[in-house]
């Protein structure tokens, strides 16, 4: 990415939900809004790079988003009234750029809780969010998840109609209670765009850098509801982990683990902003299962090297996380933390590991850290076995890799 | 926006619930109803039972039974009128029967814009 692009990325992803939203008061239709503005991105992908940035970029999106809904709304027939209503300047128009621009950014809040509403499908809520609140486009979108580009758009498309036709405000809840379950389906979806932008950050170069809009989109969600201890949790996670990004992969894009990491890559102010978001968190007094992520992967950042970790912390976190959130997945990972204490701790955690068998079997890192353990044992042969099912159940290339250097490494003597 | 909410429920599932604990939410429906005089309209409706249903299907072909052979079954029908979608949900989640296991209420917005036939 040129620092073009970047400054560019950071233009569209400032704008593009605070356009929309703006937009959509005024014309009151939530389909033109959104599309207009990402007409609007498609354009100044191509003008920026072609030209060379605008003086005032914002207001160049603005614009381009304003008459973009205009034709849009004048060509749709039925509305062609409404739009040369408002185009002549009648008393419900704003003026100008100016006063669409003049939102407050905790507007975009209403436009993410829209499109994260739960009576929308889990994976039209991403990528509707991916679009409409940080400007995405669908190709970026559908490159970044590896997913066809027509399913996705077919995905979005449904996602607006169902937004406008059944009457999903653009609304943050009122209601304490409505909030925090609302907010933990946002939270959710964000969390799971930086899963999704990290594990398929290999190979192809993409024109932005998604890790970093949901780093971006989480502090906007803490800033803007400052209260809220777990917004704040999951901005600090975010820090957290997009702060060791630079040590995930090797130049050629293989995967690093994180005990193998050059921890002299890591971006230690990105852990002090965490430290500050997890000190903000905590005095809200109102625990939860991202906090208690973050506060775990605090310990790992402050950590000298795998060995200094401080594992008694990090297990005693667990230990809490799993009162929240009893899923495979973390007892899984809790066991990993247990295993380091010594070999009769790593014996418990491989048959803690092996109780989830039912539901991980078809998860390949169960068996990657299956293998793991059995190796920390000993059991050389099991361990090969375990990564050689973590490897069939593995699509991600640079995780294959992984998996199959440790195999050369350690290949199975018994010829099975 | 006017939605309307139909109340499904999955008879076999019921079979297991109690006339009293049945009664009991009976009572609760008529309050809920009362409370929420002001967002239902009057076109709604308590159906017959499942076994009372006849369908015409395409060619006129007049059978015994429902239209399809899902379990779940719908066992009557409410027209509300509230802001958005938000309102309709909190409304829906309001539904006594709820309490009990395999019944569900589906939300669908109506069609209230017919501009385009103008």
Redesign the interface.
């Known amino acids: 990415m040129t620092t073009s692009d970047g400054l560019l990325a950071a233009t569209i992803r400032e704008e593009s939900g605070r356009l929309v939203t703006a937009l959509y008061r005024r014309f009151g239709d939530f389909d033109v809004a959104e599309e207009a503005v990402q007409g609007a991105v498609a354009e100044a992908l191509v003008a920026w790079r072609r030209d060379g940035e605008p003086r005032n970029p914002a207001a160049w999106l603005t614009t381009a988003a304003q008459r973009n809904a205009l034709d849009l709304l004048r060509s749709s027939g039925r509305r062609a009234r409404t739009a040369e209503r408002l185009a002549a300047g009648s008393d419900d128009v704003a003026p100008g750029a100016d006063e669409v621009a003049a939102i407050d950014p905790d507007d975009r809040l209403p436009l993410l809780f829209a499109c994260c509403h739960p009576a929308l499908a889990p994976e039209a809520r991403l990528a509707l969010t991916l679009r409409a609140v940080i400007g995405l486009t669908t190709p970026q979108i559908a490159r970044a998840f590896l997913v066809n580009e027509q399913t996705l758009a077919q995905r979005i498309v449904r996602a607006k109609r169902k937004i406008v036709a059944t009457g999903i405000e653009l609304k943050v809840p009122e209601e304490i209670h409505d909030l925090d379950a609302r907010l933990t389906d946002v939270l959710a979806v964000i969390y799971l765009a930086y899963n999704e932008a990290f594990v398929a950050s290999t190979g192809s170069t993409h024109d932005r850098d998604l890790g970093a809009d949901a780093v971006w989109l989480a502090e906007v969600v803490a800033r803007s509801l400052p209260d809220q201890a777990e917004a704040w949790g999951l901005a600090a996670l975010l820090r957290i982990q997009h702060g060791r990004a630079a040590a995930r992969f090797t130049p050629t894009g293989d995967l690093v683990l994180l005990r193998d990491q050059d921890r002299s890559l890591w971006d230690a102010s990105a852990f002090k902003q965490a430290g500050e978001h997890l000190a903000r968190a905590a005095s809200l007094h109102s625990p939860g299962r991202l906090q208690l992520q973050a506060a775990i992967a605090m310990c790992h950042a402050e950590a000298a090297s795998w060995a200094d970790t401080d594992w008694l912390q990090i297990v005693t976190l667990y230990g809490f996380l799993i009162r929240e959130d009893a899923s495979p997945v973390v007892r899984l990972n809790g066991a990993i933390a247990l295993a380091q204490f010594g070999p009769e701790q790593t014996e418990i955690a491989l048959r803690d590991i092996d109780r989830l068998a039912d539901e991980l079997a078809g998860y390949h890192l169960w068996h990657a850290t299956r293998a793991e353990l059995l190796r920390m044992l000993g059991r050389d042969d099991d361990a090969a076995a375990a990564d050689t099912r973590a490897l069939e159940l593995t699509t991600n290339d640079a995780e294959r890799r992984l998996i199959q250097t440790r195999l050369r490494k350690h290949p199975l003597t018994d010829g099975s | 926006?006017k939605?309307v909410l139909m109340f499904t429920s999955d008879p076999a599932q019921l079979a297991s619930v109690s006339e009293e604990d049945a009664q009991a939410v009976y009572g609760k429906i008529y309050a809920c109803f009362q409370e929420n005089g002001a967002v239902i309209t009057d076109s709604g409706a308590e159906l017959q039972p499942i076994d009372t249903a006849t369908t015409v299907k395409h060619g006129g072909v007049v059978v015994d039974g429902p239209f399809n052979e899902a379990k779940e079954v719908v066992g009557g029908f409410s027209v509300i009128d509230v802001?958005?979608?938000?309102a309709?949900?909190?409304l829906a989640k309001t539904w006594p029967h709820l309490e009990f296991p395999g019944v569900a209420v589906e939300?669908r917005?109506m069609v209230e814009d017919y501009?385009?036939f103008e």
């Open positions: 926006m939605y802001p958005d979608m938000d309709a949900i909190a939300i917005p501009s385009q």
